[in-house]
């Protein structure tokens, strides 16, 4: 996979900028975590205070943060991550998902379901649209009445559900 970047000769960042991006946002993460912790008590007073398990838990998260960032520095500076076409097939997912979690507060699991299904379908899959709206339609259905009715595991639900009576 390495030679093929190479031998591709594609744009797109270096493996050492995102390791150490990375290493960096997750050292910061391991901190928010050790400051957390330590505001609610991260101490031992007559048995572990709230905080406790989180402080270990922020360390060892720093720990292993800047040991990856010592090995990103020692990463070859020429070596691709992805290339710009690649990073734009995992962007033509990614960003339909972002779309799908921020809806299904306000909108419920099943509506946001059959647009993600219908986009994904029509848009990256080229299905025709009779198929996917079958399949958009059909997947919810299929999980309302297994998880629902059956298993009674409620799941989010939005207006047009209030609507339907469901």
Partial sequence: MEQ??????????????????TAVLTLLFGFVVIYGSHKVGSGWDGGPQAGFFPFY?????????????VSALRE????????????????KVLIPACVYVALVPEFG???????????????????????????????????Y????RWFLIPLPKGPVEAMLGL
Avoid at 4 to 21: L, T
Avoid at 77 to 90: H, K, M, Y
């Fill in 57 to 69: 838990v922020g360390i060892i998260i720093c720990a292993c943060s800047l040991v990856n960032l």
């Fill in 109 to 143: 699991i099943y509506v946001p379901s059959i647009l993600l299904i219908l986009v994904f379908m029509v848009w990256l899959g080229k299905y025709g649209i009779p198929l996917s709206l079958a399949v958009a339609f059909g997947v919810p259905i299929f999980f």
């Fill in 4 to 21: 093929a970047h190479q031998e591709a000769g594609g744009a797109g960042p270096k493996q050492r900028s995102v390791e150490i991006g």
């Fill in 76 to 91: 070859d500076r020429t070596r691709i991550f992805a290339e710009n076409g690649q990073l734009v097939q995992v962007l």
């Fill in 145 to 148: 009445i297994t998880l629902e």
